[in-house]
């Protein structure tokens, strides 16, 4: 079955970075988009970032500059560096597969916490 494992979250100061993988198995992981999202307490669950199969990239504005998604496709897993992390990047974040606009399968989450 489709399994997403995300690894990588903790905390930090702001200024600081992180790299968040993601572990993709059970489906062919380089026919996919996929995406990290996250979700603060008491927000709705955001993009913030997605690359397509074949390594297009797109941000959320409010990490373009600091945020870098990228994959492996021969290791199945994707990434997202977060560098000059703030307070407001704390959230809950998750990996996605992405087909057609909709998110077909979500991790279980990691947390990112960034302290002032």
């Known amino acids: 079955q489709v399994q997403l494992v995300e690894s990588g979250g903790g905390l930090v100061q702001a200024g600081d970075s992180l790299r968040l993988s993601c572990a993709a198995s059970?489906?062919?992981?380089?026919?996919?988009?996929m995406g990290w999202y996250r979700q603060a307490p008491g927000k709705e669950r955001d993009l913030v970032a997605g690359?397509?199969?074949?390594?297009?990239?797109n941000y959320a504005d409010s990490v373009k500059g600091r945020f870098t998604i990228s994959r492996d496709n021969a290791k199945n897993t994707v990434y997202l560096q977060m560098n000059s992390l703030k307070p407001e990047d704390t959230a809950v974040y998750y990996c996605?597969?992405?087909?057609?606009?909709?998110?077909?399968?979500w991790g279980q989450g990691t947390q990112v916490t960034v302290s002032s």
């Open positions: 059970g489906f062919t992981f380089d026919y996919y988009t």
């Open positions: 996605s597969r992405i087909r057609s606009g909709t998110v077909q399968a």
């Open positions: 690359i397509t199969s074949g390594g297009r990239t």
